[in-house]
């Protein structure tokens, strides 16, 4: 078993698809250890996306991810990492195969819905930023 942090991003919340994508999350087999609503600051995002702080689109992406509200979700499942990125799809919803949560509910390469860690060792760090100890039900 392993974990991943993932978040329902703010024009997911706005479009109203938070029921249709935790409804997959419990039918792709994941059990939720902790799940949070919640606004992001945007020094919040900041910190959070740290690791694109190079990348041009940093800063849209931190404006956009303090927007509105999200939810964010400690999952655990078999190869949660892979298994979640599958089922999301490619960054960019035009890419993204049919039937992945982006191909249905994204709205743009930016605000694609939701998030999923890269790695092991990510999901870690990034469950950590959401959550204390306490409040991930094993
Ligand atoms: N992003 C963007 N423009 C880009 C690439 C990424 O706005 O050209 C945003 C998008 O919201 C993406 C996030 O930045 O989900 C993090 O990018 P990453 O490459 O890690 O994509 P992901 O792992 O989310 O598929
Ligand atoms: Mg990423």
């Known amino acids: 078993m392993s974990k991943t942090l993932i978040m329902i991003k703010p024009d997911a919340v706005k479009n109203k698809h938070v029921g249709d994508i935790i409804a997959r999350i419990e039918k792709e ?23 694109h702080a190079a990348r041009p689109f940093y800063n849209d992406l931190c404006k956009y991810m303090s927007s509105g509200p999200i939810v964010a979700a ?10 979640w990125r599958e089922v999301i799809g490619a960054t960019d919803p035009k890419e993204a195969k049919p039937g992945t949560i982006r191909a249905l509910y994204a709205e743009s390469k930016e605000a694609n819905a939701v998030h999923g860690s890269d790695s092991d060792e990510n999901a870690e760090l990034e469950i950590s930023f959401f959550f204390k100890g306490y409040e991930l039900v094993p």
């Open 29 to 51: 087999g994941f059990k939720i250890l902790g799940m949070k609503y919640l606004q992001l600051s945007m020094e919040d995002a900041k910190q959070f996306y740290k690791v």
């Open 74 to 83: 400690a999952l655990e499942r078999e190869n949660a990492v892979a298994h």
